[in-house]
């Protein structure tokens, strides 16, 4: 029973598909992830910046979906946990978190995972330290950190592998 | 909860915006939304118009001038940190950036945003204040620069009109002067208890710039003493002239210790 009103389309790529939706203004990024486009992946946790659990890649890069209007994202490329699994199977990622245990109840997981990968894009080598403050944005109840600063690590390995083949821009 | 509803404009350069502004002077601005969009999520802000200004790709740059650097508001904190000009002439600036809340608030925030929010814990205010930027702000008028240390006047409180907006900063390149930074908080991200920049004029003249002590940016010239015991009578002396909105002995000490430690910063860059 949700009155709509000023309803504006607007376009957005979502993990690489093209897609047209019609929000009203005050609706968060977030919700329309979720709620118009069934992609309850991204997690709400807070709504004010601080657990992490919405986060998502914005134009490759960590943002916070609940801190955004989704018509403020017009235009973007946004990149969901809904697009994280490769056709063939679990990503280097993925694959190092459950080998190290590094979810227990897997809320926080999804925003993990994309700020990891965020980050071993743009640098494949980091250490224990720089993987720590990447992640710092992003609150885990069950964990303690550390298993997934260890998965992390460990996947590293994977990314360094593509970008010895597909040389990065330095930092 | 969620935000209540608002008009919503997008205007795509800067002419459009400070037009918006002047036919509808209650419209609020929205650039990163790191810190309007929480407050609007709890209701504590409801806007009837938004001015959505991230469109205003103009406004966001990093440039040598003959005076200095020009940075654009709508720089982002994460590129300002980035930044090879930031690093080059003012790597104070750079690592205040870096210390702004995580990297995915970074990665949206903006330098126009932090400015004119003036939250008396953020690293950007001060910084300001201390490499004594000015601060350049348009409206339907014209356009006006005001030094940083005139703009910023007191808890969440700036000399911005409710039509003008901030499009950018000029901070001028100093041969004679050396700056140091450190700031404390609880957790890597959270907002810093307190944090002082140094300015060091030769080896023993300068200035400490404070932020999260008090309502605001707190500029203090002082002499440096070489000896550390004097060095601290002197910054104990500064913090008495301030007043913490609380805690105050503890602010005090804090301020007393990060003014150490940016003094030693700066001195370090001194040779
Ligand atoms: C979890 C978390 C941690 C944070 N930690 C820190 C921290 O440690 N240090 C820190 O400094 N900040 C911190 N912030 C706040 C962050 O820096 C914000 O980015 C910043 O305060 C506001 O910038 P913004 O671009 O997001 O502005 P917005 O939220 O869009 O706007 C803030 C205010 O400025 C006005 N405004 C914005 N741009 C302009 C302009 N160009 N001209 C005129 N008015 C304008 C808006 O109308 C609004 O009143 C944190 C935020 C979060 C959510
Ligand atoms: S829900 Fe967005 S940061 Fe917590
Ligand atoms: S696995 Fe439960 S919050 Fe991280």
């Given at each position: 029973m949700t009155t709509q009103q000023n309803l504006t389309r607007i376009q957005l790529s979502i993990n690489d598909e093209q897609r047209t939706v019609d929000v009203e203004p005050r609706w968060l990024l977030s919700d329309v992830l979720r709620h118009e486009l069934g992609l309850t992946g991204t997690h709400v946790g807070c709504e004010q910046g601080v657990c992490g659990a919405c986060t998502v890649l914005v134009n490759g890069q960590p943002q916070r979906s609940c801190l955004m209007f989704a018509v403020s994202a017009q235009g973007s490329e946004i990149r969901t946990i809904e697009a994280a699994t490769p056709v063939e199977g679990l990503s280097p990622l993925q694959a190092a978190f459950e080998k190290h245990h590094a979810l227990q109840c897997g809320f926080c997981t999804p925003a993990m995972v994309l700020t990891a990968e965020a980050l071993l894009k743009m640098n494949p080598n980091p250490t224990e330290q720089e993987v720590r403050?990447?992640?710092?944005?992003?609150?885990?109840?069950?964990?303690?950190?550390?298993?997934?600063?260890?998965?992390?690590?460990?996947?590293?390995?994977?990314?360094?592998?593509?970008?010895?083949?597909?040389?990065?821009?330095?930092? | 909860m969620k935000p209540v509803a608002f008009d919503y404009y997008r205007p795509e350069n800067l002419a459009d915006a400070v037009q918006v502004l002047q036919s509808s002077p209650q419209a609020k601005i929205l650039a990163g939304g790191q810190s309007l969009i929480p407050m609007m999520n709890f209701r504590l802000m409801r806007p009837e118009t938004l001015l959505d200004i991230t469109g205003l790709t103009e406004l966001d740059y990093v440039e040598r001038t003959d005076r200095g650097?020009?940075?654009?508001?709508?720089?982002?904190?994460?590129?300002?940190?980035?930044?090879?000009?930031?690093?080059?002439?003012?790597?104070?600036?750079?690592?205040?950036?870096?210390?702004?809340?995580?990297?995915?608030?970074?990665?949206?925030?903006?330098?126009?945003?932090?400015?004119?929010?003036?939250?008396?814990?953020?690293?950007?205010?001060a910084a300001m204040v201390a490499l004594h930027a000015d601060i350049e702000i348009a409206s339907s008028d014209g356009t006006r620069t005001v030094p940083a240390e005139e703009f910023f006047l007191g808890f969440l409180t700036t000399d911005l009109g409710p039509n003008e907006l901030v499009t950018g900063i000029e901070v001028p390149v100093s041969d004679t002067s050396q700056f140091g930074f450190s700031e404390f908080a609880r957790r890597p991200g959270d907002f810093a208890l307190a944090g002082a920049f140094v300015e060091l004029h030769g080896t023993d003249r300068g200035a400490v710039t404070w932020f999260g002590v008090s309502g605001g940016p707190e500029?203090?010239?002082?002499?440096?003493?070489q000896n550390r015991q004097e060095r601290e009578a002197v910054f104990i002396d500064l913090t008495q002239t301030f007043d913490p909105l609380d805690?105050?002995?503890?602010?005090?000490?804090?301020?007393?210790?990060?003014?150490?430690?940016?003094y030693q910063n700066a001195a370090g860059r001194l040779d």
């Amino acid at each position: 029973m949700t009155t709509q009103q000023n309803l504006t389309r607007i376009q957005l790529s979502i993990n690489d598909e093209q897609r047209t939706v019609d929000v009203e203004p005050r609706w968060l990024l977030s919700d329309v992830l979720r709620h118009e486009l069934g992609l309850t992946g991204t997690h709400v946790g807070c709504e004010q910046g601080v657990c992490g659990a919405c986060t998502v890649l914005v134009n490759g890069q960590p943002q916070r979906s609940c801190l955004m209007f989704a018509v403020s994202a017009q235009g973007s490329e946004i990149r969901t946990i809904e697009a994280a699994t490769p056709v063939e199977g679990l990503s280097p990622l993925q694959a190092a978190f459950e080998k190290h245990h590094a979810l227990q109840c897997g809320f926080c997981t999804p925003a993990m995972v994309l700020t990891a990968e965020a980050l071993l894009k743009m640098n494949p080598n980091p250490t224990e330290q720089e993987v720590r403050v990447a992640l710092s944005g992003n609150i885990c109840r069950c964990t303690g950190y550390q298993f997934i600063v260890d998965a992390v690590l460990e996947a590293a390995e994977a990314y360094r592998r593509v970008s010895s083949t597909t040389q990065r821009e330095g930092q | 909860m969620k935000p209540v509803a608002f008009d919503y404009y997008r205007p795509e350069n800067l002419a459009d915006a400070v037009q918006v502004l002047q036919s509808s002077p209650q419209a609020k601005i929205l650039a990163g939304g790191q810190s309007l969009i929480p407050m609007m999520n709890f209701r504590l802000m409801r806007p009837e118009t938004l001015l959505d200004i991230t469109g205003l790709t103009e406004l966001d740059y990093v440039e040598r001038t003959d005076r200095g650097l020009r940075i654009g508001a709508l720089t982002r904190h994460q590129n300002l940190h980035m930044s090879k000009l930031v690093h080059e002439h003012f790597p104070v600036l750079a690592e205040a950036a870096g210390e702004i809340g995580h990297w995915a608030i970074r990665n949206r925030g903006t330098l126009g945003g932090s400015l004119t929010h003036a939250d008396p814990a953020s690293e950007l205010p001060a910084a300001m204040v201390a490499l004594h930027a000015d601060i350049e702000i348009a409206s339907s008028d014209g356009t006006r620069t005001v030094p940083a240390e005139e703009f910023f006047l007191g808890f969440l409180t700036t000399d911005l009109g409710p039509n003008e907006l901030v499009t950018g900063i000029e901070v001028p390149v100093s041969d004679t002067s050396q700056f140091g930074f450190s700031e404390f908080a609880r957790r890597p991200g959270d907002f810093a208890l307190a944090g002082a920049f140094v300015e060091l004029h030769g080896t023993d003249r300068g200035a400490v710039t404070w932020f999260g002590v008090s309502g605001g940016p707190e500029r203090r010239e002082t002499r440096f003493p070489q000896n550390r015991q004097e060095r601290e009578a002197v910054f104990i002396d500064l913090t008495q002239t301030f007043d913490p909105l609380d805690e105050p002995e503890y602010k005090r000490r804090l301020a007393v210790t990060v003014a150490e430690d940016a003094y030693q910063n700066a001195a370090g860059r001194l040779d």
